[in-house]
């Protein structure tokens, strides 16, 4: 499960804005110098994205992304995202709806706390994506 549902995931979601199943969903990694906050909605509200090899601002779109129906609750889930011959830190990973332009229109949808900062030199740097997450029920 994420460590933080951004308060206007599920607004976004119930008027359509995001659609889990079919819309560009990314993740991008922060450092620790990044404060999450629920209150926080847009791209342009994160601050401190990591910088190095391996990675590009943004990050990366997720694949494999599924929808599980059971009963009335609804749980979406997607592959683990991860970035080779990456020379970062990174503390926190940030799934977002991905518009393709400004920042300011990408909708946020959930943080993960990576527990510690995360190095990789030059290696694998993988970001298990939260599982489960709950989107109605």
Not at 108 to 137: K, R
């Amino acid at each position: 499960m994420p460590d933080l549902i951004f308060n206007s995931f599920r607004r976004d979601v119930a008027n359509g804005s995001i659609d889990l199943d079919t819309d560009t969903i990314n993740c991008m990694l922060t450092t620790s110098a990044y404060t999450p906050s629920a209150a926080h909605s847009k791209r342009s509200d994160i601050t401190n994205e990591v910088t190095g090899t391996g990675y590009t601002a943004g990050g990366k779109a997720l694949t494999g992304k599924s929808m599980a129906v059971v009963g009335a609750t609804a749980v979406w889930d997607a592959d683990d995202i991860v970035w080779t011959g990456a020379t970062i830190t990174a503390r926190y990973a940030v799934f977002y709806k991905s518009r393709g332009g400004a920042s300011s229109a990408d909708e946020l949808i959930m943080a993960a706390d990576l527990g510690s900062n995360i190095t990789s030199t030059n290696g694998t740097f993988t970001v298990a994506t939260p599982s489960g997450l709950l989107v109605a029920s």
